[in-house]
């Protein structure tokens, strides 16, 4: 008897992508503290990454609760 398909995932690689993005900014944030927006990005290395993608990520963080945006500017881990 053959093998069923396997199921269909319902994170496809871009959304893997952005989910490793993410986990970069939030351990950047909990390994150096908060941190300005350029100063996260250098950190994370956001200069190599395709257009858009920081900020990308960097908001999806934020939305998502993983990062906050603190009252002088900067971002923290949660």
């Known amino acids: ?6 199921k269909p995932t319902i994170e496809g690689p ?7 993005e993410i986990a970069q900014i939030v351990r950047a944030l909990r390994e150096e503290g908060p941190q300005d927006a350029d100063a996260l990005g250098t950190l ?3 200069p ?15 939305t998502g609760g993983q990062v906050v945006s603190t009252d002088d500017g900067r971002y923290a881990a949660t």
């Open 48 to 62: 190599y990454w395709d257009p858009g993608r920081y900020s990308r990520a960097l908001a999806l963080a934020t």
């Open 1 to 6: 008897m053959p093998m069923p398909p396997p």
């Open 14 to 20: 871009h959304d893997q992508q952005v989910s490793h």
């Open 44 to 46: 994370v290395g956001a």
